[in-house]
């Protein structure tokens, strides 16, 4: 574990000279009191079915919390965030919810939202990516695992922390029939980048904390397979730099 950074599911108080990170996946439209802190980092599935009422919601709610940085990426639930294939990801859709894709973006436009780009928080480079395996036609999904790479390979040398929807395959990505299910070209990724911490969450599952060579790896996620919020969100603190 490396020894500056403080992982805990939010109940011990941040020492004053620290900036604590509460990090949240695939919240669902479930709603319940996030922890507090100075940046909230969501991995992605906000929505469940994608409508822009959820993300209403979801907008709505986030105003009332006192994070100084609200960090979201999206994930495969949140359909019209990938503007560009909503069309074709509704056309696959038995009741879609037909909508302007860039407003229902543009309803997040108070937060930080990510798409293969990134955010400074108090001096922490933060990378935010919202693509998946293609299990079916969800927002930014990809089947072919080498173009999936060239989206991983857009991460900068440097950065201090990885905000993905996927996992990294082999940690915290391990499904309820026992398949790891990350991307293998992502782990090989982050070893080679070396972040302070990759949070990410997509396989509910997998929710949990590892360490591994002196990077930590966050699977944030607070839904089952389910999608009943039973686990709790995870924090880290960083020190003031
Ligand atoms: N067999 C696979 N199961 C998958 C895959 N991606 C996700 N999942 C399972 O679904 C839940 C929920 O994911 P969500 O994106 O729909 O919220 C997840 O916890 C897994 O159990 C996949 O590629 N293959
Ligand atoms: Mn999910
Ligand atoms: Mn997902």
Redesign the pocket.
Known sequence: MDSQILVSDGRIPKSPNTIRFVCIS?S?SRFFNFPPGDVLLHAG?FT?KGTPDEVLQFANYLKTTNYQYKVIIA???DTPFDAKNFDEIIKKKRNPHRCDPYAVKRLLKDFIYLEDSFFNAFGYTIWGTPW????YK?AFTIKDINKLGEKWAQIPLGVDIVLS?SPPNGILDR???N?C?GCPVLAETIKMIRPKVHVF??????HGVRTVDGITYINA?V???R?QPIYTPIVFDLPII
């Open positions: 695939d669902h599935d469940k994930g495969n639930h998946t395996n293609q299990h969800g929807h499904s309820k029939d398949r299910l969450g997509h396989i509910h599952e997998g996620s839904c089952n397979n999608y």
